[in-house]
């Protein structure tokens, strides 16, 4: 990192944060660093690579100045996901040079390793950047790993075919205990997809209505308004969708007083995937199939 300077590396976080501000809802890692890297002429060290590793050195250098950033509380990261924070958006309105604006989260990310617990009162600088560069490596190391396993994970679900993605949820609500009655056949399905009930012979109420979307683009209100017009009031509504829901969708849903919609995005499916995986069968597990893998935790 000795060939960067820190206003470079402030210029190349404050327009990362411009490109985040864009996207309220967070954006895909890979995603934020490929438009960044458009705004940039890179010198040769920059755009050059690792030799060990391969990876980007542009790359690289980003993500290890945005932990100060998320240190500061600037910016959250969650599964290839990166967010810039209200605190992130006013600290670049309130340091407008790139250098002050890189040298403060790099104090305030001082400020947070001082608090950790174990760490000693003072350490000299030289041990000081070299205990930095560890916890970053590690960090990024795991942020990298982190976003790849979802990245690929979110790929599988969205080139399934979609009556595949149909069965897979069905097979995750058996999994979770539920009693599938009917998961619909190819051709019009009337904005419901399955029906599961709390028993076998689907008698005691709720009955569960499922709408599943393997879609790109989030749902938004009018989307999520026409699968409520067919959920009863003593039915339970599911809508499963890939894209996620926009803002406004997940209010609507909330709001609702006379019907219960639970809205799933890729996020949760997962997590539910994941959570209930050892009920799966081995077909359901054969439709995304995990393995765990395990990586050394960075300090939170």
């Given at each position: 990192m000795a060939e960067i300077t820190r206003q470079r590396t402030g210029a190349f976080l404050k327009k990362l944060f411009e490109i985040l501000r864009l996207h309220p809802e967070g954006i895909q890692a890979g995603l934020a660093l490929e438009k960044l890297r458009g705004h940039f002429s890179l010198s040769a060290y920059e755009s050059g690579i690792y030799e060990a590793s391969g990876a980007p050195r542009f790359d690289k250098i980003v993500r290890f100045a945005t932990v100060d950033c998320v240190k500061a509380g600037w910016m959250l990261k969650h599964k290839g996901i990166w967010t810039v924070t209200?605190?992130?958006?006013?600290?670049?309105?309130?340091?407008?040079?790139?250098?002050?604006?890189?040298?403060?989260?790099?104090?305030?990310?001082?400020?947070?390793?001082?608090?950790?617990?174990?760490?000693?009162?003072?350490?000299?600088?030289?041990?000081?950047?070299?205990?930095?560069?560890?916890?970053k490596t590690t960090s990024v190391t795991f942020e990298q790993a982190e976003e790849q396993?979802?990245?690929?994970?979110?790929?599988?679900?969205?080139?399934?075919?979609?009556?595949?993605?149909?069965?897979?949820?069905?097979?995750?609500?058996?999994?979770m205990g539920y009693h599938i009655g009917w998961v619909s056949p190819p051709g019009r399905d009337g904005g419901v997809d399955i029906i599961a009930?709390?028993?076998?012979?689907?008698?005691?109420?709720?009955?569960?209505?499922?709408q599943v979307k393997r879609v790109g683009q989030r749902v938004d209100t009018d989307g999520l308004r026409s699968f409520i017009a067919i959920?009863?009031?003593?039915?339970?509504?599911?809508?499963?969708?890939?894209?996620?829901?926009?803002?406004?969708?997940?209010?609507?849903?909330?709001?609702?007083?006379?019907?219960?919609?639970?809205?799933?995005?890729?996020?949760?499916?997962?997590?539910?995937?994941?959570?209930?995986?050892?009920?799966?069968?081995?077909?359901?597990?054969?439709?995304?199939?995990?393995?765990?893998?395990?990586?050394?935790?960075?300090?939170?």
């Open positions: 209200d605190e992130g958006l006013a600290a670049t309105e309130q340091f407008k040079d790139p250098t002050e604006f890189y040298r403060e989260a790099c104090r305030l990310y001082a400020q947070w390793r001082a608090s950790q617990p174990g760490e000693t009162s003072a350490p000299s600088e030289t041990n000081e950047t070299l205990l930095e560069v560890e916890e396993a979802w990245t690929e994970i979110e790929q599988h679900l969205r080139k399934m075919p979609p009556y595949d993605f149909q069965d897979l949820v069905a097979d995750l609500l058996r999994a009930n709390t028993d076998p012979l689907g008698t005691r109420p709720p009955r569960i209505k499922v959920v009863n009031e003593d039915d339970v509504g599911l809508f499963v969708s890939t894209g996620g829901f926009t803002r406004d969708a997940e209010a609507f849903a909330r709001n609702q007083e006379r019907r219960k919609i639970t809205l799933i995005d890729s996020e949760r499916l997962i997590d539910l995937w994941i959570q209930f995986y050892g009920k799966l069968d081995d077909k359901a597990r054969a439709r995304m199939p995990l393995t765990p893998i395990y990586f050394l935790t960075p300090k939170s």
